[in-house]
């Protein structure tokens, strides 16, 4: 079965523009979460998406948004960019509790190096 | 808010020794995952602990959940530089349906020849 995939891998950015990333689960999972890593902030949690609805979000402002489509792709976007989100961008994707499990077991994709100069 | 403490943050340990890395949470949550992320990867996912009382163990790595304490122990067995990784611990939420994970810092683990 394929893991999560996320592309681009690399992306760089000036301050000011915006960025869409985008994220494709596990086949068969609804729920896609989205993290920010840095090294000073660690690994925060931005939201999750299932069944293309935002369930969940993070203390992170409006500039962040995302959606899911039907097939439980996930895009997330960025608008403005500052410098101070310059980050590796996780996506990860589960099977809910009651979806067959009773856990919240994520998996990661690889992550979006994001760089804003 | 649910808070997630790991310590120690860095850890150097020689190849061949015992270490124990620790979990505490500020939850009733009885879910608790076991992630490690080399440099410049993506995080894997080692232990799912479901119980009071689990053990899970993979090689040279064990994890245990004591939800009355609301502390998780990943304890490392004659270290290998193999192990040499970042690890994070991390909590659900136990709003069923609408679970979060809160991760924790994180702790960097250096294995020394």
């Known amino acids: 079965k394929a893991g999560v995939t996320q592309t681009p891998r690399y992306l760089i950015k000036t301050r000011g523009q915006q960025v869409t990333l985008s994220c494709s689960p596990i086949?068969?999972?609804?729920?896609v979460s989205w993290y920010q890593q840095t090294p000073g902030q660690g690994l925060q949690f931005l939201f999750e998406y299932f069944s293309e609805t935002q369930r969940n979000k993070g203390n992170f402002p409006g500039r962040f948004s995302g959606r899911q489509f039907s097939n439980s792709r996930s895009e997330m976007n960025v608008s403005t960019l500052e410098l101070g989100d310059s980050a590796l961008y996780l996506c990860?994707?589960?099977?809910?509790?009651?979806?067959?499990?009773?856990?919240?077991?994520?998996?990661f994709g690889p992550g979006t190096r994001l760089t804003v100069l | 808010e649910l808070k997630v403490e790991q310590n120690p943050l860095f850890l150097s340990m020689q190849e061949g020794k015992n270490y124990t890395i620790y979990c505490n949470y500020s939850?009733?949550?009885?879910?608790l995952y076991w992630y490690r992320q080399d440099p410049g990867k993506s995080l894997e996912s080692l232990f799912v602990?479901?119980?009071?009382?689990a053990v899970k163990q993979e090689g040279r790595l064990m994890a245990s959940l004591d939800t009355k304490a609301r502390l998780s122990t990943l304890h490392i067995t004659a270290a290998v530089h193999d192990l040499s990784a970042t690890y994070f611990c991390a909590v659900d939420d136990t709003n069923f349906g609408n679970e979060k994970l809160t991760f924790g810092t994180g702790t960097r683990l250096t294995i020394i020849p």
């Open positions: 990860a994707s589960s099977l809910k509790p009651g979806q067959g499990v009773s856990y919240n077991e994520q998996f």
């Open positions: 602990l479901l119980s009071n009382g």
């Open positions: 086949s068969g999972h609804r729920s």
């Open positions: 939850t009733t949550s009885d879910r």
